[in-house]
């Protein structure tokens, strides 16, 4: 992340060349800060909040249906990989990825010191821009790796089995005359129909019903209320 925080960090003093007299035992990154225990002495630590806002869901579906839209960019993120131009999908969205001004970040420490960012804070800024973790940034908008993952492979599933405007699946209205044809599974075209003067035989067009009542086929019960509906008024 470090192009990224780069001027926010800048705007913090973070950059000055200096070192702090602390070091960063663990950093945890998740939805809206990422937490660092700083150690100070054997003994002694303290814990920084590094605040970032996160996205909406708004945000968020917008930009990952954009980026599963996008080859080069879906394919580059599946492959573990951070495209340099990854932010221009969030400026689409009038929000920016990365902070851009340090009054973005809000930080806090568990140390007494009045001044912001102390020692501290800055040991874990200076871990968090240098966080190995490439996917640390959309964590911290809302998003962790997994989840942003599985949601850009759905959004690219849903577009390639979504049915095209070139479908030639006709409608319902296309195929009513044989809508009773009885063909195989899936063939509208099929026109075989019980003999004309014989609307029982569509009985016989059905496999043959296990059913029974007092010992008697429904198949052959059915068939005189089928002449009954169906023979002249």
């Known amino acids: 992340m470090t192009e990224g925080f780069r001027r926010a960090l800048d705007e913090l003093d973070v950059h000055k060349g200096l070192v702090p007299p602390c070091r960063v035992d663990t950093l945890t990154v998740g939805p809206g800060a990422a937490v660092a225990r700083v150690r100070v002495t054997r003994q002694r630590f303290h814990e920084v909040r590094i605040g970032l806002p996160t996205f909406g869901k ?11 839209a996008d080859e080069a960019t879906r394919t580059a993120l599946l492959d573990g990989r951070i495209p340099d131009d990854i932010d221009r999908f969030f400026a689409t969205e009038q929000v920016p990825l990365f902070p851009e001004a340090g009054w973005e970040l809000s930080l806090d420490c568990t140390c007494p010191g009045t001044r912001v960012p102390c020692d501290h804070l800055v ?4 871990a968090l821009e ?11 908008r809302g998003r962790d790796r997994a989840t942003l ?5 759905r959004q690219a599933g849903a577009r390639v089995t979504a049915p095209s405007a070139d479908d030639k699946t006709p409608g319902l209205d296309e195929v009513m005359d044989d809508f009773f044809g009885w063909g195989p599974a899936g063939d509208v075209t099929n026109t075989r129909r019980p003999a004309a003067g014989d609307p029982p035989g569509l009985l016989d067009e059905v496999p043959p019903l296990k059913a029974t009542v ?3 086929s429904v198949t052959a019960l059915l068939r005189p209320l089928y002449r009954s509906l169906t023979g002249p008024e």
């Open 58 to 68: 708004q945000v968020w579906t917008a930009v990952i249906a954009a980026v599963a």
């Open 123 to 126: 040991a874990g800024l200076i």
């Open 130 to 140: 240098a966080e190995a973790d490439p996917f640390a940034i959309f964590a911290l």
């Open 149 to 153: 993952l599985e949601e850009i492979r």
């Open 214 to 216: 007092d010992g008697n």
